[in-house]
């Protein structure tokens, strides 16, 4: 009977660690969920980067970067950009292994390519705003954070990838786990830009707790935040967006 109960005791740690490899492993398979897009346009990019970009182009000087969510093919949310910043020029970038855009996605590898997609855009377009959806909004924190822009807006945000799993994932020690971080608390503070953040009321992804934590991560008085009414996760829409 002891050995039995020895057994069993070294059995359920030895189970928990090939758990926590398996999921340190598979990550980004669990992170990431690529979606096709038949439609965009491929561009090539400083440092030989080739980004798929849904384009809307208009005469001005006003210009949006779109980066989506970890399950979104951003080019159906063309509408409802075109709704949010009418008379504005639009790309939306398609992440690295979604629509055509080859590769796998990693931040390090996303972040490379929306720095490269944002030189491209600013040298036709002297005014930026750069908008970020869930996923999303940790790229377009960390962009505006060494890049110059007129304003952030992040939709549906979270301070840590970190908080996030482990407000899903209790019993995994998720920060020591984690290859691709989105640690968009360490990046608020060094955005320079007015910042707008709208979180949903009903989200069930991302607890209001991390993207209040990021909105307190920003300088004071450079961002605000708005909640909207009734909304979800996947349902919430940029036209209940408020820009000042």
Request: with cysteine; charged share 15%; glycine share 10%.
């Amino acid at each position: 009977m002891r050995r039995r109960m020895m057994s069993l005791l070294l059995l359920i740690p030895a189970a928990y660690l090939v758990l926590c490899a398996l999921v340190f492993f598979r990550q980004r398979s669990m992170l990431y969920f690529p979606q096709r897009f038949d439609g965009g346009t491929m561009l090539m990019l400083g440092g030989g980067a080739r980004v798929g970009v849904t384009l809307h182009e208009q005469p001005g000087s006003s210009a949006v970067i779109y980066f989506g969510g970890n399950a979104e093919a951003v080019g159906y949310s063309l509408p409802e950009l075109q709704a949010a910043f009418p008379g504005q020029s639009l790309y939306l970038m398609h992440y690295r292994g979604y629509g055509a855009t080859p590769g796998e996605p990693t931040e390090e590898g996303l972040f490379a390519d929306a720095q490269a997609l944002y030189e491209y855009v600013r040298a036709r377009h002297p005014q930026v705003t750069l908008v970020g959806r869930s996923l999303g909004s940790g790229i377009a924190t960390r962009l505006a954070s060494v890049r110059a822009i007129d304003r952030l807006v992040l939709v549906t945000p979270y301070d840590t990838l970190a908080r996030v799993a482990g407000y899903h994932f209790p019993w995994l020690p998720a920060r020591l786990l984690l290859r691709d971080r989105y640690d968009s608390a360490s990046y608020a503070a060094k955005v320079n830009a007015p910042t707008t953040i709208l979180a949903a009321e009903r989200d069930e992804v991302i607890p209001r707790a991390s993207s209040e934590a990021l909105y307190r991560s920003f300088r004071p008085g450079l961002a605000t935040f708005q909640v909207a009414p009734g909304a979800g996760h996947n349902d919430i829409s940029l036209r209940q967006l408020q820009i000042h």
